[in-house]
């Protein structure tokens, strides 16, 4: 989805695209995967800052083999924002699917205070939740292979980062509607705060027209 470089979104417009999007009436990706993917992207850039201040090996310590298993060889060159818009355009899953996907991955970080956020690890992370919390969500949902293939994984890594975030998770899955709400609170005020959400520079650069491109063409395995 493109947007100008002064595009404002209203926190009514996502409150909107969260409880009454309609795939037959709304032809544009809901706004909460912008939001979300500016959130993804500055706890990446804050990340890495703390990295670098630091000098840590972030999630490489022996005591953290398990978080791990989330990490790809390679940094994917796919922006998160178009990530998302991929997953998107292929699986169908609602606005809503993508707010519970969020409460999972504060849920994982918090429970597991000594994993972070990387370039290397995101991507998986976010198809595991988004699998996950489509299972949750919707009445009916594609297989583990097709959101693999969407993901850029195998089926069975697809599996097996399913089965090891519920283990790491404590199963603990449920989201009650006074925690959706106050989630989707949350990404309002990230909507209104400084009178109005504006999409930032990362989430039009270049390299993500360019990740676009190469995603929409078709369903093409992406080496995670």
């Known amino acids: 989805m493109a947007f100008s470089s002064n595009m404002v979104i209203s926190p009514r417009k996502l409150r909107y695209d969260v409880y009454s999007y309609s795939y037959q009436q709304d032809s544009k990706t809901p706004l909460v995967i912008s939001v979300l993917a500016s959130l993804i992207e500055r706890t990446l850039a804050r990340n890495e800052r703390i990295s670098r201040k630091c000098g840590l090996n972030v999630n490489h310590s022996g005591s953290k ?26 699986t169908k899953a609602g606005p809503s699917v993508y ?19 990387t370039g290397r690890n995101v991507h998986r992370l976010l198809i595991t939740t988004i699998m996950v919390a489509s299972k949750y969500v919707e009445d009916m949902n594609y297989r583990n292979s097709y959101f693999a293939r969407v993901g850029g994984i195998t089926t069975k890594e697809m599996n097996t980062l399913e089965l090891e975030f519920l283990f790491l998770m404590n199963f603990k899955l449920h989201v009650n509607v006074t925690v959706f709400e ?7 005020r990230e909507v209104s705060s400084g009178g109005g959400y504006h999409i930032e520079k990362t989430l039009r650069c270049a390299e993500e027209i360019k990740s676009q491109q190469r995603g929409y063409s078709q369903i093409a395995r992406i080496s995670l």
Do not use: G, K, W
């Not at 969020?102 to 429970?111: G, H, K, N, P, S």
């Not at 106050?182 to 309002?188: F, I, K, P, V």
């Open 182 to 188: 106050s989630y989707c609170c949350h990404l309002e």
């Open 99 to 117: 707010v519970v996907a969020y409460v999972y991955i504060d849920r994982f970080c918090r429970l597991l205070p000594e994993f972070r956020i």
């Open 65 to 90: 083999s398990r978080v791990r298993i989330f990490d790809c060889n390679e940094t994917p060159d796919m922006t998160i924002q178009s990530y998302l818009e991929r997953v998107f355009r292929y």
